[in-house]
Structures are given as structure tokens and as C-alpha cells.
């Protein structure tokens, strides 16, 4: 259902209120210069992305949207995981239940595989039914970027819905400034699932060398819903990172690095499952081991000719996840390795009156998987098949930057692109291999004719190839209780399965979009100094060949008939929906001054698939979020408070005869935080910080997984830095 008056009084209220909260801004900082204790009025900086062109460019003239986020805003919301961090980013969800080690991404209605994740450059390939799609601790993170729409122009395949690029902190993160050498510990707690977090940084620059190296460890318990019920989740996190970089010459540097994430975990098999089934077999609990591990190097070239500009970049990424099931026993695993090589170099000339950067780069990998189940013979683990993939792409990009184009004022951006790619896929289970070829192009613009505003467009091509697990997926899904046959030796119900059948004949998806969007860009509107930026944009997205996922979850016929056997429960299988088409809007605001600040967001997106007329099951609700905050000077603090709103849900599927039915439906939530953050002028290098997220213990569904989101979380850290 659409949303209605009540979300736009909603959203009047929510900006209403960041209109007070700036006015309030201002009166603070008018009261501070009656005192004489206003500072100077200092140049908002501006915000860039790397990852929306591969080269730095000002967030606000990218001709698309990308939203950053740096490290003084993840140090100030103190998040537990990704998701926290990313809660407000418009178009981007996180499905898969409240645990952290069943989250996953979606980008404007696109999920799984269709968003490309990067840990410092390095592809995070890792995929499985019912786990999360990567695993990284927010704390060690320096930068988190969301590019948002198609950019398989630059990545290749993936990256429909876009991109999740987060990079991990270094020495210039954190040092204070004029200090060469730092370390700084860190202690945290939040009462929503009882978690605790201890960690220990040391980091220098000292010129030619830039190094970090940090532990840590999270320990937590079950969830506390909203709803009063618990999610059994108790996990022991242990996380590390090292990383260096060094200049051999004022032209060349080296660097490498080593990222690690460790979680033991107690909880149910499916990290997105809620238990509570009634049975004996499924609400179990099993030991779960998650091992992440993504090692880098890489080499800069930038001397001084404006033709090179080149950097190298080798890595791979190991992830597995074990399970031990004690009541069996049994022990299963899934192991994904990925290893990659990539290399651009940007060259910067004018072409006449012209500034162009022309970027060419390439890049080849390959994702290997394997399964292990210690209760077959041969080792084999059903539904996770023994396979591999491999890619290899090139791509070219011009930005071209114009100023008095054609004799117009103001200046102009044009950025065409276009990549092509190559990949392969093949198993032990099937024979011949999946192997097809895809062109990607891209030309965006970006017009600003007055120095305030700025209109862009783009049109996009992407392409996702199909995953080794929807190519060649085979043995049991799931296992249900015969709906008739009881065991009383066993004292349970017999057991039937539903089956995966594979389809080695899957096609890569493909997209084409077009958007269009504008932004507005003033200075000194509130008081002196300050900035607003905002950007809107609209954007359509044909699909063809899309891949889903269909679980047909059925009792056979001879399920209810004697002997009752053969009796199964459906299949699951992965298929191309012919045509399919998604369209969304977006909006953000960022407003900073001296005194204030000012987030919001909004986010709207409707699909189809077009052969049957149901609803895309990716989509979520109309979304509005705002973080507002003051800087009191004075007391060395911070105060914030973040807002979002969601509107009522429903989702049709066909019913096959030319009408529909409802498939889900989720209430409208309001939920409400507060937080806080005090570094004292008076104890240098201590910090705190406090919060409560969910003040109003809100009872509320992100996404339809059957389960609530987690309920009122006290939170609190602490940390102590010093240097020299």
C-alpha cells in the first residue's frame, strides 16, 4: 500500500524540525559571539567519492548519487555492525533478520549478488543461502562509500545495483595533528544483546611510512526484540588488522595489508532463521566458526608527468563458514576464495579548452568454492557445490571537465565509459562450463550553469552473471516434517525434504537504466560558513534475464495417500524471469555549520516483474531518516538524535490467472535515537560516547523475515589515545 498524508505530515514534521534545529544553531553561535567566544567561520569541506569514477570528484557534481561516509560519523555512532552504520543510506537495505551473520545488502531493489562489496578493493564473493554476504567490523573502518545504480561500466559484473566500497583506517585516520606516532584503546558496551567491545590501535606516519595495526574483540549475547522476545545469538568476535605503506621514491610506494574477522558463534544453522518452530530438530542451536580473511598489496606509480597515474593491486579473500551440530553428530563448512589482480592508470591533459582525465584499467579474478559434510562418504555437502568461476574485464573512461561550454555559463561534465568482460563458470557435478561475454557502456553528465546548481543524467548498462550456486545447486534444501507419518521410536514426525534442482543454462542478468537528477549547493544560508548540499534524482531500470531464486514448497500428492511414500516437499530452483523493471527516488540533504548539522534522506522504489505482474520480493517500503545534531563548544560535546520513518508495506504476487494476492504486508514504523559525545578539553585524548537507539522500544520489521528488530539498546564507549 502506498504511503499516504500521515508519512508526509511525518516528513513535514522531521524537516521542520531540522529547520528549528539550525535556527537553534544559530542562536547558540549568536550567543557565543555576544561573549566573544565565536570561532572563526572556516569553509565547509567538500565531500568526495573515489569509487563513483575510479578518481576523486566532489560528491556533489558526480553525475549520480553516492553517499560517504567518514570516520568522524562512524566514530560517532558508534555502530556494532555494517548495517548500523549504513541504516540511513537511501535505496540501501539489510535483509536477513537482526544477527550479523545473516545480513544482507540491497541496493534500489536489487540484493544478493547484485551489489558489488569491497573491502579495500578486494571483491567480498562470498554467497550462501541463509549467511550473510560478508563480515567485517565497522570499528576498523575508515570510509564507507555507497555508489548507488549501475556500475558495471567500471566493475564488471555485480555491481547492478551498485556498490558498497569500505576501506579500512589508517595512521592519518587517527593521529592528532602534528603527531607522528599514536595508539589509543577503546572500550564499549550495548544492552540490547549484552555486547561488550575491547580494542587496542598503534599507528605512525612518519613521512615515508604510514602503518596501523589494531586488534579487537566483541563478545554478545541473545538479541532483545522489540517485540519482548529473544534471538538466540551469542557470539565471541575476534578481529584484526595490519596494514603499511611505504614511499620508495616520491613516484613509487608499495603497500600491503591483512584483514582478518574470527566469529564463534552459538545459534541456529540459518543465521536468518528465528527458531520457534515447536520441533525438536529444527529449534536447535549449532556451534558456527566464521574465519574471514582478505590479504592485499599493491603498488602506486605517480611521477611527475600527467600521463601516469597508475596503481596495482593483488589480493585474496578467504571466508568460511563450519558448523558443528553436537546432537548428530555432524560438521559442515563452506569455503569461498577469492583471488584477484587489478591495475588502471588515469592520464590528465587538456584538450584544448578541456581538462581530461582518460582512465583504462583492467582487472581478473577467480572465486572457488567448496563444500564439506563429515556425514557423507565422499566429504560432498549437498547444496554447496564444488566450483569455481572466472572473470576478465577492461574498461576505458574519459571525464571531461568544461568550463563556458559551448559558450554557456557555468561548467559541464561529460563521462562516457564502457567495459567489456569475459567469465566462466564450471563443476565437479555438471559437465561443459557456463561461459558467455558482456560489453558494459556508461555516459553520464553532470551541468551546473551557476555555481549553486548542478543536473546530471546518465545511462547505464550492467550485468550480473549467474553464481555457481544458481548454475549447479543439487541435493536437499530443507527438511520438513511428513505431514502424516509419526515415528513413535523417534518420538517425532518423519521427515520429507525439498530438493535443489540446478540449471546449468542460466543466462547473466542484465539492465539498462537511465537517471536523471539535480542537485542545489549553498553557502552561508543559516550562518556565516555554513553549507547545504542537496541532490534528488529519479531512475528506471529495465531487467532482462533476471535470476530468482524459487522455493515451491509443496506436499506431493502421495504424501496422503498409503503407503504415504514416495513423499517430497517441492523444489528449489533458480530461473531467468524474462523482463522485469524497478524504478525509484531518491533524495538527500547534508547541512554542516560551526553549530550544526543536518542528514536526511528519503528513498522510494516500486518493481515489477512484466511477464506476471508480481511484485519484486527485494523491494522495501518508502523511507524517510534524518540525524541532526548540535555542537556545543563550550562543553567539548555533541548532542544528536536520528529519526526514521517507513510506511505501510504490501507485496503482490500473480495468482496466475490474470489477478493477484497479497504476499507479505509490514506496518509503518517511527523509530527514534538519541546520542551523545564528549572529548573534555581538560583530559586530552579521551573520549566518550553514549546513546540509546530505539528510545521508544518501537515493535518493527525492516524487511519480511518473521522476526521483530531489536528492541531499546543502551550504548556506551570509551577510549584513550595518546601520541607523540
Same mark, same amino acid.
Given at each position: ?130 549467511? &550473510? $554476504?560478508?563480515?567485517?567490523?565497522? +570499528? /576498523?573502518?575508515?570510509? *564507507?562509500?555507497?555508489? @548507488?545504480?549501475?556500475? !558495471? %561500466? ?89 596494514? &603499511? $605503506?611505504?614511499?620508495?621514491?616520491? +613516484? /613509487?610506494?608499495?603497500? *600491503?595489508?591483512?584483514? @582478518?574477522?574470527?566469529? !564463534? %558463534? ?459
Amino acid at each position: 500500500m502506498k504511503t499516504g498524508s500521515g508519512r508526509r505530515r511525518f516528513a513535514r514534521a522531521m524537516f521542520a524540525t531540522a529547520s528549528g534545529l539550525a535556527l537553534a544553531g544559530t542562536a547558540l553561535a549568536q550567543d557565543a559571539e555576544d561573549s566573544g567566544a565565536t570561532p572563526e567561520p572556516e569553509q565547509r569541506q567538500e565531500t568526495v567519492t573515489v569509487y563513483g569514477t575510479s578518481n576523486p570528484i566532489p560528491v556533489f557534481d558526480y553525475p549520480g548519487q553516492v553517499s560517504v561516509i567518514t570516520r568522524d560519523e562512524i566514530e560517532l555512532r558508534t555502530p556494532s555492525s555494517v548495517s548500523d552504520l549504513l541504516r540511513d543510506v537511501p535505496g540501501m537495505e539489510f535483509s536477513g533478520g537482526p544477527r550479523r551473520t545473516g545480513e544482507v545488502p540491497s541496493l534500489r531493489g536489487f540484493t544478493g549478488q547484485n551489489v558489488l562489496i569491497l573491502l579495500d578493493g578486494a571483491r567480498q564473493s562470498f554467497t550462501s543461502a541463509h549467511d &550473510g $554476504r560478508f563480515f567485517a567490523d565497522p +570499528a /576498523l573502518l575508515g570510509t *564507507a562509500e555507497v555508489v @548507488r545504480g549501475p556500475a !558495471s %561500466a567500471l566493475y564488471g559484473s555485480g555491481a547492478v545495483g551498485g556498490v558498497l566500497a569500505l576501506e579500512s583506517a589508517d595512521a592519518e585516520d587517527l593521529l592528532e595533528e602534528g603527531q607522528s606516532w599514536g595508539a589509543r584503546v577503546r572500550a564499549a558496551y550495548q544492552s540490547v544483546n549484552e555486547e561488550t567491545l575491547t580494542s587496542l590501535s598503534a599507528f605512525t606516519n612518519t613521512g615515508k611510512f604510514d602503518g596501523l595495526a589494531s586488534i579487537g574483540l566483541r563478545q554478545s549475547g541473545d538479541i532483545e526484540l522489540g517485540d519482548g522476545s529473544s534471538l538466540p545469538s551469542d557470539d565471541e568476535i575476534t578481529t584484526g588488522l595490519v596494514k &603499511g $605503506r611505504y614511499a620508495l621514491t616520491d +613516484a /613509487l610506494s608499495l603497500e *600491503a595489508s591483512w584483514q @582478518r574477522f574470527g566469529n !564463534s %558463534a552459538f545459534e541456529p544453522n540459518n543465521g536468518q532463521g528465528t527458531l520457534g518452530t515447536g520441533d525438536s530438530v529444527l529449534d536447535r542451536n549449532v556451534d558456527k566458526d566464521i574465519t574471514s580473511d582478505t590479504y592485499r598489496i599493491g603498488a602506486g606509480f605517480n611521477p611527475a608527468s600527467k600521463l601516469l597515474d597508475s596503481d596495482l593491486t593483488v589480493y585474496q579473500t578467504t571466508t568460511e563458514v563450519e558448523e558443528f551440530d553436537a546432537t548428530v553428530p555432524r560438521t559442515i563448512s563452506r569455503e569461498i576464495e577469492t583471488t584477484g589482480v587489478s591495475a588502471r592508470n588515469a592520464s590528465r591533459f587538456d584538450l584544448g579548452p578541456v581538462q581530461t582525465t582518460f582512465t583504462i584499467g583492467g582487472d581478473w579474478y577467480r572465486d572457488e568454492q567448496t563444500g564439506f559434510d563429515s556425514e557423507t562418504g565422499d566429504g560432498v555437502r549437498g547444496g554447496v557445490p564444488d566450483a569455481e568461476s572466472e572473470f576478465m574485464g577492461l574498461f576505458a573512461q574519459i571525464e571531461a571537465v568544461a568550463e563556458r561550454p559551448f559558450g554557456l555559463p557555468g561548467q559541464l561534465i561529460l563521462i562516457p565509459g564502457v567495459r567489456y568482460d569475459e567469465f566462466s563458470s564450471d563443476s565437479e557435478t555438471a559437465t561443459g562450463e557456463n561461459e558467455d561475454s558482456a560489453v558494459s557502456p556508461r555516459f553520464a553528465a553532470s551541468y551546473g550553469p551557476v555555481e549553486w546548481l548542478r543536473v546530471f543524467g546518465s545511462y547505464s548498462e550492467g550485468f550480473r552473471a549467474p553464481s555457481v550456486n544458481e548454475l549447479y545447486l543439487d541435493g536437499t534444501h530443507f527438511e520438513v516434517p511428513h505431514p502424516i507419518l509419526f515415528d513413535p521410536g523417534a518420538g517425532s514426525f518423519v521427515f520429507v525434504t525439498n530438493e535443489f534442482i540446478p540449471n546449468a543454462d542460466l543466462k547473466p542478468e542484465k539492465t539498462e537504466t537511465v537517471e536523471v537528477g539535480a542537485g542545489l549547493d549553498f553557502h552561508d544560508v543559516v550562518s556565516s560558513g555554513d553549507r547545504v548540499q542537496a541532490k534528488v534524482s529519479y531512475y528506471e531500470s529495465e531487467v532482462e534475464d533476471l535470476i530468482n531464486l524459487s522455493v515451491d514448497f509443496s506436499y506431493s500428492a502421495t504424501c496422503f495417500a498409503p503407503p504415504f511414500f514416495p513423499c517430497s516437499a517441492g523444489t528449489t530452483s533458480s530461473a531467468n524471469v524474462s523482463s522485469a523493471e524497478i524504478e525509484g527516488v531518491e533524495g538527500e540533504l547534508r547541512y554542516d555549520s560551526d553549530r550544526s548539522f543536518i542528514r536526511a534522506s528519503y528513498s522510494s522504489i516500486e518493481g515489477a516483474d512484466l511477464s506476471t505482474g508480481s511484485d519484486l520480493g527485494t523491494l522495501s517500503p518508502d523511507r524517510v531518516s534524518l540525524d541532526m545534531g548540535l555542537k556545543a563548544h563550550e562543553w567539548d560535546a555533541i548532542f544528536g538524535v536520528r529519526l526514521q520513518h517507513a510506511s505501510d508495506f504490501t507485496r503482490y504476487e500473480s495468482d496466475g490467472a490474470g489477478g493477484s494476492t497479497i504476499a507479505e504486508t509490514r506496518d509503518s514504523y517511527a523509530v527514534a535515537d538519541i546520542y551523545a559525545s564528549w572529548s573534555p578539553d581538560g583530559l586530552p585524548g579521551i573520549r566518550f560516547d553514549a546513546g540509546i537507539d530505539n528510545i521508544f522500544d518501537e515493535r518493527y520489521e525492516r524487511v519480511f523475515e518473521g522476526v521483530y528488530e531489536p528492541g531499546r539498546n543502551y550504548k556506551i564507549a570509551a577510549s584513550w589515545q595518546f601520541g607523540g
